[in-house]
């Protein structure tokens, strides 16, 4: 590591935050390998902080010479790529080794521009890593945001990467020595104390969701926009091709669904690249069951979803399954509650959160197959009951997971971490 400049606070910088994402560019398309709810989580959060006053750099790590250095997302947001190791895609868990080069060009990048960052909220354990550096440098307040949690991951997993103890000892650290902890719900709290340490401060602060942008389509429209009749039972998955997203239990249970024989059964697995485009072994290892199972005339991939279709998608669905084995928050299940869609998700980590079991849908045990096939045939044989699911998905939504109301949350917590000491005077006390 080069030498780092030396840096001194100065008040020009007070409204100043950098939020730092290595792994999951804020700026890139979503839905593709490895991008997902941490890429949608930084560029809302960042948007949303920048209405709300804050000059919002995000920090990413550049992964291909094609792609612009900065990227203005508006007056007030941008992203910066900087460079650390080969200029190409890098898997997260190959990255822990670059990350001395990325401190150097953060301290470069603030030298150059003349500024300082008073706090950096970083997130994924990587991250946090380059935020105690920056800690330790100059004083910057650090809030983190897990996305993962290593020591529940690994309980899931069935191959434990070399990287893993690093990882869980960086996740300690940065749990006893960050400012602040956001826990994006309260059984991701309960595991980070039970498992991580009982050390540190953590406030609950959940993700959000655009509740505009989801729910702006009733099913009626969706159906037609996509070209799907009425009568059909429409069952959707959303998001990455990662053995842990649970997609096989899901293929496994519509295979077993008692309107499999009706001709008006529809099962779409949305995400990864574009058809005939591979993207790893998960997404072609899923195709395999589906053509085994004979279910490939009532199953499509129609790849990465953007995100001004994907509202038609959610809505036009009539549920939507998120059957991962584990997951910390789970933005999908929120998405489809905010469209108006019942959500059938496993009974783990954030989805036990948001998904609250015969209000807004249904939960059953990660990678049973029979609780999965029960729980979406009962929602596909009472339309009713269906849409009343749904409507209260929605309203649940919009009062606790705006974008705008999260990010009001984190607004007011960096306002307080950055509120400059007050020196009480010293009371003399007369005997
Ligand atoms: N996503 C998308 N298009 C796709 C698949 C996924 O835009 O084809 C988005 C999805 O809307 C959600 C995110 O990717 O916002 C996935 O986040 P989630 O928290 O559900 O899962 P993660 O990828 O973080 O494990």
């Known amino acids: 590591m080069k030498t780092r400049p030396q840096l001194t606070m100065n008040s020009r910088t007070e409204q100043r935050i950098a939020l730092i994402s290595v792994h999951g560019d804020p700026a890139i398309e979503i839905g593709k390998e490895e991008a997902g709810g941490q890429n949608v ?58 990350l001395p080069e990325f401190v150097d060009h953060f301290l470069e990048f603030q030298k150059e521009n ?36 290593g020591a529940v991951k690994y309980n899931t997993v069935k191959t434990i990467p070399l ?97 499999r024989e009706s001709g008006k059964l529809q099962l779409i697995i949305g995400g990864g690249s574009r058809p005939g485009h591979s993207d790893g072994i998960e997404r072609e290892r899923i195709e395999t069951i589906v053509a085994d199972l004979g279910m490939s005339h009532f199953t499509t991939f129609p790849g990465r979803i953007t995100q001004e279709e994907l509202p038609y998608y959610y809505a036009a669905a009539d549920v939507c399954v998120v059957p991962s084995h584990y997951e910390p928050f789970g933005l999908v299940a929120i998405e489809a509650m905010a469209s108006g869609t019942p959500v059938i998700a496993s009974d783990v980590g954030g989805l036990q959160f948001t998904v609250v079991p015969e209000e807004t849908g249904l939960l059953a045990p990660p990678q049973d197959v029979a609780a999965f096939t029960a729980a979406i045939d009962s929602i596909l044989s009472n339309p009713e009951w269906r849409a009343q699911l ?37 009371l003399q006390l007369s005997s």
């Open 390 to 426: 749904g409507k209260a998905g929605r309203k649940r939504i919009e009062t606790q997971f705006s974008w705008d109301g999260v990010a009001c949350q984190l607004s007011n917590l960096y306002t307080q971490l950055l509120q400059p000491i007050v020196q009480q005077p010293i």
């Open 163 to 259: 990287i893993a103890s690093t990882r869980l000892a960086v996740e300690k650290q940065v749990l006893e020595t960050a400012e602040r902890i956001i826990a994006t719900s309260p059984q991701e709290k309960e595991h980070m104390r039970s498992l991580v340490s009982s050390k540190g401060n953590i406030d609950i602060i959940p993700c959000g969701t655009d509740i505009k942008q989801f729910g702006k389509v009733n099913r009626q429209e969706a159906r037609t926009h996509l070209g799907i009749d009425l009568e059909t039972k429409l069952v959707l998955y959303v998001g990455r091709f990662d053995p842990r997203k649970g997609i096989e239990t899901l293929v496994r249970a519509v295979g077993e669904s008692k309107f």
């Open 41 to 98: 989580y930084v560029r809302h959060v960042g948007e949303a902080l920048a209405q709300q006053g804050w000059q919002v750099d995000m920090f990413t790590r550049k992964v291909s010479p094609e792609q612009n250095t900065i990227v203005q997302h508006s007056d007030n947001c941008r992203t910066i790529r900087l460079e650390a190791g080969a200029v190409e895609f890098v898997p997260r868990d190959e990255l822990f080794a670059h």
């Open 114 to 149: 003349r500024i300082i960052y008073p706090l950096v909220h970083t997130n994924y354990w990587l991250s946090s890593w380059v935020g105690m550096q920056l800690k330790e440098i100059q004083g910057s307040k650090q809030v983190h945001t897990y996305h993962s949690l």
